[in-house]
């Protein structure tokens, strides 16, 4: 064997035990922080999301640190795409080699849902491409139609949230209805109680027009005289600046319960926004006692 192939060889042999050991210590920091970093599951990203497509986009660069999933090596390689398993010696070591023979490799084939990408071809190039601190890999893109969002940062535990989003939008179709409405809830259930309300929003309309509504009629008229007056009021408010990682939707559910409360115990109809004030005002309270 020559010695520039000798060379090469090391080279890829010490690197793949670099990625190892990187893979390792990606390990214990995911024992220590409770942070998952396995790669995704396409399959069940696919079901769960019901996703649509694939459409063809062509060959372009793709950043590497958007690619958090593959279609069939999901436990050969973890989050950060180092080698999991020594099984996968020999082909990723050919690969590094031919990066350091400077050979021209074929792109790889991604899926795009989103903001994210999965790996249905290559995922030992993209291996290697991240082990060399590469920030982008040429691919052959076809994406999948999504009707939610989700990006690089989206983990394993964020499937059942966006699971729960899915349905709220096929069963309510706000997305079609009203594009440029975002209602996200981080409450546990929070989608459910949405769907709940608009139901019962639904049923009394019906009662008071003599005949059925539409089920997209009553989700327009819910966020116009319902959900959009307590929004204004917690938007007009600094009330989210106070509590990170909650949304105007939660705080809506929160209103909602004290309107109930109000109902209940002091036998009071009011409308939500004042509701909402009432509630707010209770919370600056509660704090100025703190």
Known sequence: MSGPEQEFD?????????????????????????QSRQLLVFDEVREKLHLGGPVYRGVQPVPLDKIVGSVDRYQDFDRFFM?????????????????????????????????AYFVVDGNHRVSVARSKNQVYID??????????????????????????RVEFLERTHLDYLLPEVDISPTLLGGYDRLIEHIAVHRYFMGIEAGHDIREDDAVCHW??????????VVLESDVLAHLPGRTVADVYLWVMDHLYYLHQYNGEEIPPAEAAEDFLSRLDEMETDD
């Not at 042999?13 to 990187?22: C, E, G, N």
């Not at 959900?227 to 204004?232: D, F, G, T």
Request: hydrophobic share 40%; charged share 25%; proline share 5%.
């Open 10 to 34: 090391f080279l890829a042999s010490r690197d793949f035990s670099r990625a190892r050991l990187a893979s390792f210590m990606n390990r214990v920091a995911e024992l220590i922080s409770g």
């Open 83 to 115: 080698p999991t398993q020594t099984h996968t010696r020999s082909r990723w070591h050919r690969i590094s080699k031919a990066w350091y023979q400077d050979v021209s490799l074929p792109p790889v084939l991604l899926y795009k849902v989103s903001d």
């Open 223 to 232: 966020y116009a005289e319902v959900y959009q007056p307590v929004a204004m």
């Open 139 to 164: 691919a052959e893109v076809r994406e999948c139609e999504s009707r939610v969002p989700i990006s690089e940062t989206v983990r394993a535990g964020d499937l059942e949230r966006l699971v729960a």
